[in-house]
């Protein structure tokens, strides 16, 4: 089995990515069974002001220390849980050290393979309207529309705010619900929780669309490359 290395952002995405390895390893492999991991994060702050100030460069350039620091611990295959600083790692990413599988590719794969025709994108501010999700699910002819700006903006809030600081309110929840099922009446066929908080507040059960849960899928590619047979 390959290791695998976390580079983590936030600590909520990177817990879950972990937790979801571990337990889904254990159904895969057999009891207590999952390929070895390594995580390294840097400071959630450190991140966000290098994304304020719209230095993706930076961004892209502290994934790659971590990406080292990983390899160097013997990882052979790099993820990480947090759409919004791919922004930054798309710039970097041929320089990775070891293999690196890119949230929004698995995403825009799973979406594919369920037949998705118009994905509604949910995030930060910055992923929302960025580039990173356009730029994977265009070339697979799948198309997708994000909330308006209060809506985009009181999201950004909840995640900032609440839900990486392990806060979840019912009445959060409740607003992701209406942005969901306005998204539906307006053509979307399913909903890309594309920030690795917004599965501990919205479920399927709770969606009024079909869910694509960004840090599940992630660790399931991670899971099924590390555990390939070659």
Same mark, same amino acid.
């Given at each position: 089995? $390959?290791?695998?290395?976390?580079?983590?952002? &936030?600590?909520?995405?990177?817990?879950?990515? #972990?937790? /979801?390895? +571990?337990?889904?390893?254990?159904?895969?492999?057999?009891?207590?069974?999952?390929?070895?991991?390594?995580?390294?994060?840097?400071?959630?702050?450190?991140?966000?002001?290098?994304?304020?100030?719209? =230095?993706?460069?930076?961004?892209?350039?502290?994934?790659?220390? &971590?990406?080292? $620091?990983?390899?160097?611990?013997?990882?052979?295959?790099?993820? +990480?849980?947090?759409?919004?600083?791919?922004?930054?790692?798309?710039?970097?990413?041929?320089?990775?050290?070891?293999?690196?599988?890119?949230?929004?590719?698995?995403? *825009?794969?799973? *979406?594919?393979?369920?037949?998705? $025709?118009?994905?509604?994108?949910?995030?930060? =501010?910055?992923?929302?309207?960025?580039?990173?999700?356009?730029? $994977?699910?265009?070339?697979?002819?799948?198309? #997708?529309?994000?909330?308006?700006?209060?809506?985009? /903006? =009181?999201?950004?809030?909840?995640?900032?705010?609440?839900?990486?600081?392990?806060?979840?309110?019912?009445?959060?929840?409740? #607003?992701?619900?209406?942005?969901?099922?306005?998204?539906?009446?307006?053509? +979307?066929?399913?909903?890309?929780?594309?920030?690795?908080?917004?599965?501990?507040?919205?479920?399927?059960?709770? &969606?009024?669309?079909?869910?694509?849960? &960004?840090?599940?899928?992630?660790?399931? *590619?991670?899971?099924?490359?590390?555990?390939?047979?070659?």
């Amino acid at each position: 089995m $390959k290791h695998i290395g976390i580079v983590a952002v &936030s600590s909520e995405g990177a817990a879950l990515c #972990y937790r /979801t390895i +571990c337990l889904e390893g254990a159904t895969l492999l057999g009891p207590y069974e999952h390929p070895e991991i390594s995580l390294h994060g840097f400071s959630l702050r450190t991140y966000q002001r290098l994304i304020d100030d719209d =230095r993706w460069d930076t961004v892209g350039a502290m994934l790659l220390e &971590s990406a080292a $620091k990983l390899v160097q611990s013997g990882a052979q295959l790099l993820i +990480c849980p947090d759409n919004t600083v791919h922004q930054g790692l798309d710039l970097v990413r041929k320089r990775s050290p070891a293999r690196w599988i890119h949230i929004a590719e698995e995403v *825009a794969d799973e *979406a594919r393979r369920r037949g998705f $025709k118009r994905i509604a994108i949910l995030g930060t =501010r910055f992923l929302m309207e960025g580039n990173v999700y356009p730029n $994977k699910l265009a070339p697979l002819g799948i198309d #997708y529309q994000v909330p308006n700006l209060e809506q985009r /903006t =009181r999201i950004n809030q909840i995640i900032y705010d609440e839900l990486v600081n392990a806060c979840f309110l019912p009445e959060s929840r409740a #607003y992701f619900q209406s942005v969901i099922r306005d998204l539906r009446d307006n053509g +979307c066929d399913a909903v890309a929780l594309a920030c690795t908080e917004i599965p501990l507040l919205i479920t399927l059960a709770d &969606s009024p669309l079909p869910i694509l849960d &960004s840090t599940r899928i992630l660790a399931r *590619a991670a899971l099924r490359e590390g555990t390939r047979v070659t």
